[in-house]
């Protein structure tokens, strides 16, 4: 995640709600292997996060796929003052029109599911992605779900989000006390207003123009995200114009990683809605063997510059 470091802050000279233009960019990570052409896909991560998160995904991805990802300012290495002033709905319109050709479809985690559909909402119809994945939004129908109580627990137990990131890509590797320890440090470096533009985007989830979003979205929750309820995506799929839903059982926050056989299977579904001639189940993607090179590139978990100071 990303934040701010101890002591920063706007300065005397700087206004903190001064705007400036998005920094968000993106690279290929996969050329397509089909001759056909090609569906370019563009994922997404969520706060703290990094691109890693989709390398289960990318393995099992169709061959008709030409994968993008975005490099966001509040990565886990980002910017640490874009909390201070940016508007994250900007970073993601960016990092649409960056992509050449214009991204097909995006695939979005976490905190960045909200600013992610207020982008598209803003582009209106035709004018944007032709499907998009959201896994594990924070979204609410009324203002009127929200209770003191949610601030509490968001606040309280952040960090517990944290941690279970760093449990889920780094797996017995750190030991839990460690662990611990890393998760408060990204919360620290994140700071309050870090935090704010979390739960601001959350606050914002009932006003998000749904009747806009005229696209295809698949929703993917898991029954045991304690970081974004189930009822949260089911609520956001319901009222979506062209949204559907899946529930995954046992699965956490991070189903791209927890199940990314499952997940794999129920975006390629998607895709063949879309896309003529996708397949829904591709035979290319390999079983639950992970390359070399992927086992090693998961082993360095997103918040990995925190680590030596910890150890």
């Given at each position: 995640?990303?934040?701010?470091?101890?002591?920063?802050?706007?300065?005397?000279?700087?206004?903190?709600?001064?705007?400036?233009?998005?920094?968000?960019?993106?690279?290929?990570?996969?050329?397509?292997?089909?001759?056909?052409?090609?569906?370019?896909?563009?994922?997404?991560?969520?706060?703290?996060?990094?691109?890693?998160?989709?390398?289960?995904?990318?393995?099992?991805?169709?061959?008709?796929?030409?994968?993008?990802?975005?490099?966001?300012?509040?990565?886990?290495?980002?910017?640490?003052?874009?909390?201070?002033?940016?508007?994250?709905?900007?970073?993601?319109?960016?990092?649409?029109?960056?992509?050449?050709?214009?991204?097909?479809?995006?695939?979005?985690?976490?905190?960045?599911?909200?600013?992610?559909?207020?982008?598209?909402?803003?582009?209106?119809?035709?004018?944007?992605?032709?499907?998009?994945?959201?896994?594990?939004?924070?979204?609410?129908?009324?203002?009127?779900?929200?209770?003191?109580?949610?601030?509490?627990?968001?606040?309280?137990?952040?960090?517990?989000?944290?941690?279970?990131?760093l449990r889920i890509s780094a797996g017995d590797?750190?030991?839990?006390?460690?662990?611990?320890?890393?998760?408060?440090?990204?919360?620290?470096?994140?700071?309050?207003?870090?935090?704010?533009?979390?739960?601001?985007?959350?606050?914002?989830?009932?006003?998000?123009?749904?009747?806009?979003?005229?696209?295809?979205?698949?929703?993917?929750?898991?029954?045991?995200?304690?970081?974004?309820?189930?009822?949260?995506?089911?609520?956001?799929?319901?009222?979506?114009?062209?949204?559907?839903?899946?529930?995954?059982?046992?699965?956490?926050?991070?189903?791209?990683?927890?199940?990314?056989?499952?997940?794999?299977?129920?975006?390629?579904?998607?895709?063949?809605?879309?896309?003529?001639g996708t397949s829904p189940h591709p035979s290319?993607?390999?079983?639950?063997?992970?390359?070399?090179?992927?086992?090693?590139?998961?082993?360095?978990?997103?918040?990995?510059?925190?680590?030596?100071?910890l150890t």
């Open positions: 995640m990303s934040g701010l470091s101890a002591g920063s802050g706007p300065s005397a000279t700087r206004s903190p709600t001064a705007t400036r233009p998005p920094t968000a960019s993106v690279r290929l990570r996969r050329a397509a292997r089909d001759t056909r052409e090609p569906v370019r896909m563009l994922t997404l991560h969520g706060l703290a996060g990094s691109a890693s998160v989709w390398r289960a995904y990318e393995q099992r991805a169709s061959s008709r796929v030409e994968l993008w990802e975005a490099v966001l300012p509040w990565s886990a290495d980002g910017d640490p003052d874009w909390s201070l002033r940016d508007d994250p709905a900007d970073h993601v319109e960016h990092a649409l029109d960056s992509v050449p050709g214009g991204a097909d479809v995006i695939v979005v985690h976490s905190f960045t599911a909200g600013p992610a559909l207020e982008a598209l909402a803003r582009r209106g119809v035709g004018r944007g992605p032709r499907a998009a994945v959201v896994v594990a939004p924070f979204h609410r129908r009324t203002p009127g779900e929200f209770t003191w109580d949610d601030a509490t627990y968001y606040l309280s137990g952040f960090h517990r989000i944290l941690d279970e990131g590797r750190l030991a839990p006390q460690l662990r611990a320890a890393m998760a408060l440090r990204v919360r620290d470096r994140i700071g309050p207003y870090g935090w704010q533009q979390f739960f601001g985007a959350y606050l914002r989830s009932p006003f998000l123009d749904v009747g806009a979003l005229r696209l295809p979205v698949l929703v993917v929750a898991g029954t045991q995200d304690f970081a974004a309820p189930p009822d949260d995506a089911r609520a956001l799929a319901a009222a979506l114009p062209d949204g559907r839903f899946r529930l995954f059982d046992g699965c956490g926050h991070f189903a791209m990683a927890e199940q990314p056989d499952r997940f794999a299977d129920a975006v390629h579904g998607l895709l063949h809605e879309v896309f003529a290319d993607h390999p079983s639950d063997q992970l390359s070399d090179e992927l086992s090693e590139h998961l082993s360095v978990h997103p918040y990995a510059p925190y680590a030596p100071e």
